[in-house]
T-cell receptor, first 114, second 109 residues
Framework: SAVISQKPSRDICQRGTSLTIQCQVD?????MFWYRQQPGQSLTLIAT?????????ESGFVIDKFPISRPNLTFSTLTVSNMSPEDSSIYLC???????????FGQGTRLTVV | KNEVEQSPQNLTAQEGEFITINCSYS?????LHWLQQHPGGGIVSLFM???GKKKHGRLIATINIQEKHSSLHITASHPRDSAVYIC???????????FGQGTRLTINP
């Protein structure tokens, strides 16, 4: 199993600024994912965070807007850059291992951009 | 058409009622997950299924691979069960999950 600490839990930010969200896991994991959940919508995968290399982004998401770091097997950050009100969402990190394993999620970061 | 469809989208019931949430998917899968999301946003994994049926407390999850359908049942529902329930599937060889749109469940006392 895995216990995930995601910070901050919520923030209100000014447009044009950036916010970095942290995801810390209590054990080494193979896979780390970042999701966005827009109001009233389901989860959309932003990218897979790869240890020691560039993240793998899904269609519609780019590194300049959502830079991701993963320096080791227990930690990752997602930055939401140059924010606009359209970026107001819940952002969640999720971890797992290769193959069919249970999915573990952080508590989410509720971001409001004003 | 989404790869994963849930029904109903919203469900309101009285405490004690038997609840069923359905999930249909259109792709081959290696596993199906049922997740619970509370108003704060955090998500908890309830079940991971590849066949048959699983039970945990008052929650029961079933899957029919041939029909590409899964159900989540809650017996003796309670207001604390109020949450969004999300079905998600993983295709063979893939690592990412594909999510349904969620079912918002409200249990009134």
């Amino acid at each position: 199993s895995a216990v995930i600490s995601q910070k901050p839990s919520r923030d209100i930010c000014q447009r044009g600024t950036s916010l970095t969200i942290q995801c810390q896991v209590d054990s080494q994991v193979t896979m780390m994912f970042w999701y966005r959940q827009q109001p009233g919508q389901s989860l959309t995968l932003i990218a897979t965070a790869n240890q020691g290399s560039e993240a793998t982004y899904e269609s519609g998401f780019v590194i300049d807007k959502f830079p991701i770091s993963r320096p080791n097997l227990t930690f990752s950050t997602l930055t939401v850059s140059n924010m606009s009100p359209e970026d107001s969402s819940i952002y969640l990190c999720s971890v797992g291992w290769v193959g069919d394993t249970e999915a573990f999620f952080g508590q989410g970061t509720r971001l409001t951009v004003v | 058409k989404n790869e994963v469809e849930q029904s109903p989208q919203n469900l309101t019931a009285q405490e004690g009622e038997f609840i069923t949430i359905n999930c249909s998917y259109s792709v081959g899968i290696s596993a199906l997950h049922w997740l619970q999301q509370h108003p704060g946003g955090g998500i908890v994994s309830l079940f991971m299924l590849s066949s048959g049926k699983k039970k945990h407390g008052r929650l029961i999850a079933t899957i029919n691979i041939q029909e590409k359908h899964s159900s989540l049942h809650i017996t003796a529902s309670h207001p604390r069960d109020s949450a969004v329930y999300i079905c998600a599937v993983r295709s063979p060889g893939a690592q990412k999950l594909v999510f349904g749109q969620g079912t918002r469940l409200t249990i009134n006392p």
